[in-house]
């Protein structure tokens, strides 16, 4: 009796799975083996591959993201809870690269007195933070960097950002508030 073409696929797919799942730590071995071997040419192929299909990739993988959110959630905070360490030195790393971009993009000195230390160089809310819950400092950073707006934010050194806004002025009589 001859097989539909429909039995035969169904075989075939359980022939592979079942042969999959026999041969697994022999084919690791050899697709890693392989890859060592072609690695540039394999690489190189990868990269021109994405390149080509960048926005197709693109929307795959927020596709992916948005319907598996919570298992990247997850896994973001066990990464985290596991890794203190590794976790404070991304997040320090991170705040520093914003705060420099934030710097580049806004001057990167103080707009009353000229302070150039960027240790001692802040964030400043042009015309306060009506209406807005307190944000930390990397939210602020952020909407400074994604919303570039001059008449919104500068950069003031902590001194004349403090007086400003303790006093309403600046004794060094750039600004008033």
Not at 22 to 49: A, F, V
Request: aromatic share 14%; hydrophobic share 20%; proline share 2%.
């Amino acid at each position: 009796m001859k097989k539909t073409r429909d039995v035969r696929l169904r075989d075939r797919k359980e022939y592979h799975k079942r042969y999959y799942q026999e041969n697994k730590e022999k084919k690791r071995i050899y697709s890693k083996k392989y890859y060592q071997e072609h690695r540039e040419e394999m690489d190189r192929n990868s990269k021109k591959h994405r390149n080509e299909n960048m926005e197709k990739t693109k929307r795959y993988f927020s596709e992916y993201y948005r319907k598996n959110r919570e298992k990247y959630l997850e896994y973001g905070r066990e990464w985290a809870k596991n890794n203190p360490e590794k976790r404070k030195e991304h997040r320090t790393k991170s705040y520093r690269k914003f705060r420099n971009k934030f710097f580049s993009m806004y001057g990167g000195k103080c707009a009353c007195c000229g302070e150039e230390t960027r240790e001692f160089l802040c964030l400043d809310h042009i015309k306060g933070q009506k209406g807005k819950k307190n944000q930390n400092s990397s939210a602020a950073t952020r909407e400074a960097i994604k919303k570039y707006n001059p008449k919104k934010f500068r950069i003031l050194c902590y001194n004349c950002n403090m007086s400003l806004g303790f006093l309403g002025y600046c004794p060094h009589g750039g600004l008033d508030k």
